[in-house]
């Protein structure tokens, strides 16, 4: 498995070089920013395949930096942050972050976390190459091979994490699918942190996919247990 090129951006000067560092022993190719305008340039100009941002920069917060790179790419997005508080992990996730590491942190664990997210990117572009079918289910279309889900005719605006999500559902429509097995899927794991995460994402997911999230019509919640995609005429 080729290393995926990872953008740093951290305005730490320690916690910069730690990091780019460790990339560096493990055979990382990286690239830094130390503010919030650099790390976007960085992002648009350098299309790396994974970006670990620190929330707290001097120029704009950091979940502003995701919501611009949210405008134009689904690059996966681990955030790292002193900010420990739920309140500040689920406005990060909700802007479209893909996980989310608090500091301090073990060198270790951010290691652990790129590998996850760069299975996830090789299970996903894999699944991409080989799916050749188009899931349909009342006015909304997955078109597993292409790689977009469309509602009503509409293309929906997915994260990356929405969208495997979605694929994960309708591939098992009509089945309940546990918190575990869901987390074990999208993560590569189940920690308590990823099933508060998943709530989140399936929460934003259903904005975009429910004319009523109140009343949903595609995806049902089991409560302590999970989700399920209903079949619709």
Known sequence: MNKPVILVVEDDAPVRNLM????KTNDYRYLVAA?????ILEASSHNPDIVLLDLGLPDMDGVQVIEKIRSWSNMPIIVISARSEDS???EAL????DDYLTKP???EEMLARLRVTQRRLAYMTAEILSAGSVFENGKLRVDYAGGCAYLDGQELHLTPIEYKLLCLLSKNVGKVLTHTYITQNIWGRSWDNDIASLRVFMATLRKKLEAEPDSPQYIQTHIGVGYRMMKVE
């Open 88 to 90: 500040d992990k689920i």
């Open 105 to 107: 942190f073990s060198v």
């Open 35 to 39: 503010n919030g305008e650099a790390a």
């Open 20 to 23: 780019t560092t460790t990339l």
């Open 94 to 97: 909700d802007a479209g972050a």
